[in-house]
Structure formats: structure tokens, C-alpha cells
């Protein structure tokens, strides 16, 4: 399963830095991406990577300010907070899945996503 770590209460402007680290599976071959979900909102994308790191993907209100990045060699993946706003307070979850197009449709209700991480909080105070 996935493993998120490095969550935590941060002042506004700040920064984190997420891991999701695999137990039991190597994570080199599926495509790796990260969700939010405040309180009372659904489940939203924020970003993913593809297999190689070469091509990434955010949702527009993080572009600029959140990193997507993985070392396969660690099996590992990560996703690099900064400039961080009180709305971006929500808990984030790490996923994995074999295709693209498959991980990014796991905001949507009843979409199927290979693994999911348990999730790590992420406060942010103004």
C-alpha cells in the first residue's frame, strides 16, 4: 500500500514537502499522483506524473507553487508545497495507477484508482 508522510500546520507562505513512499510493490511502473480533500468539499486533483518523471500535470490554483516528483530508484514519490494558502489546507492523498488518463479521473465519484494512501493533513494558517 501507500504511505504518505510530511504533513503537518504551516503559516501561510510557507512551505512542505510530501512523500508517499510504497510497501510491498515497486511504484517505477504506474503513473503517481496526489489529492486534497478539505472539509466538506469533495475530493479534488492536484497533480500527477508520469512513469519516466518526464511529463506533469497540476491543477491550475497550485501551478507554479506545488512540485510533482518521484525517484523510482526510491520508490518513492514526492510533492513539494510552497507559498502555501490558507485554502490549501485539506488532507492529501498520494495514488498510483498503470494509466494516465485513469489517475487523473480519480476526483470523480466512482472512478477507480489502483492504490491509495491513507493521507496526510496539511494546515495552513493565515
Known amino acids: 500500500h501507500l504511505v504518505e508522510s510530511g504533513g503537518g500546520l504551516v503559516q501561510a507562505g510557507g512551505s512542505l514537502r510530501l512523500s508517499c513512499a510504497a510497501s510491498?510493490?515497486?511504484?517505477?511502473?504506474?503513473?503517481m499522483g496526489w489529492f486534497r480533500q478539505a472539509p466538506g468539499k469533495e475530493r479534488e486533483f492536484v497533480a500527477r506524473?508520469?512513469?519516466?518523471?518526464?511529463?506533469?500535470d497540476y491543477r491550475g490554483s497550485v501551478s507554479g507553487r506545488f512540485t510533482i516528483s518521484r525517484d523510482n530508484a526510491k520508490n518513492t514519490a514526492y510533492l513539494q508545497l510552497s507559498d502555501l494558502k490558507p485554502e490549501d489546507t485539506a488532507v492529501y492523498y498520494c495514488a498510483a495507477d498503470t494509466l494516465w488518463n485513469d489517475l487523473r479521473a480519480g476526483a470523480t465519484p466512482g472512478s477507480h484508482v489502483d492504490y491509495w494512501g491513507r493521507g496526510t493533513q496539511v494546515t495552513v494558517s493565515a
Open positions: 506524473i508520469s512513469v519516466s518523471g518526464g511529463i506533469r
Open positions: 510491498g510493490r515497486t511504484l517505477s511502473s504506474y503513473v
